[in-house]
């Protein structure tokens, strides 16, 4: 066939357009349409915000409007975003098993994500679409429109990424690959539909077969984290209960992705791009740099510092690494350290720093588990700080014997010099985490503080203001704010599923009966959000258990606060721990390093990390101290 064609087009005859050609060019226009407004979503987020706070500090006036208003395109950026994350391929999901799969294998494994994903958003079309329709009738209290405004979002976006997947299937390179894909789905949930009278007299047994099996299967091979778990959570609405599927999309994806505390996440995100564009976390390195480059090690002390400096504004991992690896890595080569080396330590600064404020761990954990975000603030600096120790105890170790010889050591005036340079970056940290924890404005008003503090800074101090950039970093915000909100969405519903089934109150009997008391339950749940941080990475473990532990910590007499910062750290540990930890392949990626090379030296820093988090839990002053 491929021959038969290229004999026509040698010979001038006119080709058909072949479909996919016509697939993928329809994917890239529709794509472009989608991601211009997101983008202008986020932009109009910050303006609304921002006029907020200028009204209420500025002023002393309330827009009473802005946060209804903010809270009707928050939904609307969330789809759209989730919809640009899905066409861009980059919804979380755990790779380690489809990567090492033979190349057909893997080719299956992609299509089969796909179509699972298309399955879910097929299933979920008309509740949403039904909810939608409902909220018609009710008149928003502010603004005084109906709420279809608002809840259109859900149908609207759920229908583009069903599109995004068409198209992808459409495109799939092998017609028997992908139709395999899609039979294999369809046998699956056919089995599960005609099981149904037998699911049903199961009982809280379903629990393991929909929210360990089929969650879990879905994870494992390879479907995108929050299309695995609406497959569970929709399954086992759908087969074993009498709950109308509309719930799923209005009582529990709305209202967990939309919670106005995580509008903050697009926010940080944004500004976490920011900092890195205008040179603000370059000249935070510099700085470090100016003070330790001279001594054994001093390098690798400045990457786990300036990790500490820019960590948890971002809102990503792979961003925080982005804006401080490139930086460092060059000299650090040179000076003779194996790449093996540095990306085992960036992944380990990775985990180290998850509870650095504004981290978005400890923003998820404020909306789903109602504590004090101020708190969670403060009480998230120290634990940082203790790993920190322990991992530069062992960098010590490691370079004790560096040659040094042919480093100068930086002269007073080029410190202070550098020192004024950075003043502005350095403050912003200082400032957003002030702010929230002295309680002048919320964690989503200071967000858009620091980013009006960024674009001016950025214009006027350091001159490095690419405008091309914005329009990319927009959609990046949006595409990445999104794939979060999705996850919370579902795994919200899973975990509102498990608490009506009452195995909360089952799980909480457990736990509030082994022995040892809190000790015993604190090692356990290092344990467990370990392996979950390694599987689901930290935003899904912490919405789907979070509201389940939170509670019987206080029962045995762990302070929330303290017990938020052990799990955050578990879960850092597991989310770049190898094999499976996809934070570890993040920093590769970044380092441009082989992974073989880093799982040998890394496994010393996950060490230096594990004792870390042991001391931050046998001393809850280090979490609470400053409460």
């Not at 979002?153 to 198209?167: C, E, K, S, T, Y």
């Not at 799923?248 to 919670?259: A, F, K, N, P, T």
């Not at 880093?598 to 990390?609: D, E, H, K, N």
Request: with cysteine; charged share 10%.
């Amino acid at each position: 066939m491929a021959h038969a064609e290229l004999t026509r087009a040698a010979e001038g005859e006119a080709m058909p357009p072949r479909p996919r050609s016509f697939a993928a060019s329809l994917e890239a226009s529709l794509g472009t349409l989608v991601e211009i407004p997101a983008a202008l979503l986020v932009v109009a987020e910050i303006v609304i915000l921002f006029a907020g706070v200028v009204a209420r500090y500025g002023l002393h006036r309330l827009l009473i409007w802005s946060d209804e208003l903010a809270s009707i395109l928050f939904l609307w950026l969330a789809m759209l975003g989730a919809a640009v994350a899905f066409r861009r391929a980059e919804h979380m999901r755990m790779t380690a098993i489809v990567a090492n799969a033979k190349p057909a294998m893997r080719a299956y494994l992609d299509l089969v994500a796909t179509c699972a994903a298309l399955a879910f958003l097929l299933l979920v079309a008309w509740p949403a679409y039904e909810y939608a329709y409902e909220e018609s009738f009710i008149t928003t209290p502010a603004l005084q429109i109906p709420n279809i405004w608002r809840a259109a979002a859900l149908p609207v976006g759920i229908g583009l990424m069903a599109l995004f997947a068409f198209l992808r299937l459409a495109r799939a390179g092998d017609l028997r690959v992908a139709l395999g894909a899609v039979l294999s789905v369809a046998l699956l949930i056919g089995m599960f539909w005609l099981a149904q009278p037998w699911l049903r007299p199961l009982g809280n047994i379903n629990l393991i077969i929909f929210f360990v099996g089929v969650a879990g299967f879905c994870v494992f091979t390879g479907v995108p984290i929050a299309f695995g778990f609406g497959l569970a959570i929709f399954g086992y609405l759908a087969l074993t209960t009498r709950t109308p599927l509309m719930v799923l999309v209005g009582r529990i994806m709305d209202e967990g992705m939309s919670h106005l505390i995580l509008l903050s996440v697009p926010l940080f995100v944004f500004l976490g791009l920011l900092i890195e564009m205008t040179g603000m976390a370059r000249a935070m390195v510099a700085f470090l740099a100016s003070l330790l480059g001279h001594v054994r090690g001093g390098l690798h002390y400045v990457l786990v510092g300036a990790m500490y400096l820019v960590s948890g504004i971002s809102g990503s991992k792979a961003a925080d690494m982005a804006a401080v690896a490139p930086v460092l890595f060059p000299e650090m080569k040179q000076r003779g350290a194996k790449p093996g080396d540095l990306v085992a330590l960036l992944a380990a600064t990775g985990a180290q720093t998850e509870t650095i404020p504004p981290s978005l761990v400890l923003i998820t954990i404020g909306s789903v588990t109602g504590v004090s975000i101020a708190a969670l603030f403060t009480g998230g600096l120290l634990p940082g700080v203790v790993l920190a120790i322990t991992l530069s105890a062992l960098v010590w170790w490691r370079y004790r014997d560096e040659d040094l010889s042919h480093v100068t050591r930086a002269t007073g005036g080029e410190i202070v010099r550098s020192f004024v340079i950075a003043l502005p970056a350095l403050a912003l940290p200082f400032v957003i985490r002030a702010a929230v924890v002295e309680g002048i404005a919320t964690a989503t008003e200071v967000s858009t503080i620091g980013i009006v503090y960024g674009l001016v800074v950025g214009l006027l101090v350091y001159r490095h203001f690419d405008w091309r950039r914005l329009m990319p970093m927009l959609v990046e915000t949006a595409c990445l704010s999104g794939a979060i909100l999705l996850i919370i969405g579902t795994a919200t519903g899973m975990a509102w599923g498990l608490t009506q089934s009452g195995f909360s109150r089952a799980l909480a009997g457990a736990m509030t009966g082994l022995p040892g008391g809190s000790a015993t339950f604190i090692a356990v749940s290092i344990v467990a959000f370990t392996v979950l941080g390694s599987v689901l990475e930290g935003i899904p473990a912490i919405v789907l258990f979070g509201p389940l532990l939170f509670p019987i910590a206080r029962t045995v007499g762990v302070h929330e606060v303290h017990y938020a910062m052990i799990i955050i750290l578990a879960m850092g540990i597991g989310l770049f721990a190898p094999p499976f930890g996809v934070g570890y392949y993040a920093a590769c990626a970044i380092g441009r390093v082989d992974p073989a090379e880093g799982i040998r030296p890394i496994w010393g820093y996950l060490l230096a990390l594990l004792i870390g988090l042991i001391i931050v839990a046998i001393f809850p002053w280090i979490s609470i101290g400053f409460l």
